[in-house]
């Protein structure tokens, strides 16, 4: 008989179950003149209802660098990320270029971030 490598056979199969779980904030407010420094608009985050109405009375929530992002609408026309910063602590939402937003017009601040659960089961057959 001539030499024959002998294999294991090993057949296996991975199903992995994932759950994005996004955790939203939502924050209005009508524009200010008084919030009006040339052309920026800087909000305080206090100057801020959130989604049930509620005055904000902390800072602004922040999204996680690599789970979460930013979304400003103004009049309901959703905005480049350049045109607007979070102050690093949250206390403010500054807005470059806004000399014609009107005053009172709505701004809408999402800020959206990811726990993602996952959960994965390898079942081996040989």
Known sequence: MTTKLFKLVIDATT???????????LYFYEVDDAHRFDNTLVIPSTAF??????????????????????????????????LFQVEETGASLTIQQATTIPTGATIVFIVT??????????????
Do not use: M, R
């Open 15 to 25: 199903t992995t179950e994932v759950k994005t779980n996004p955790i939203v904030d």
């Open 49 to 82: 209802v959130d989604g049930e109405g509620n005055d904000v009375t902390g800072n602004l929530t922040l999204a996680e660098s690599e789970n979460g992002y930013y979304s400003l609408f103004i009049n309901g026309v959703q905005q480049q990320n350049s």
């Open 113 to 126: 971030n990811f726990d993602p659960i996952s959960n994965s089961t390898t079942t081996i057959t040989t």
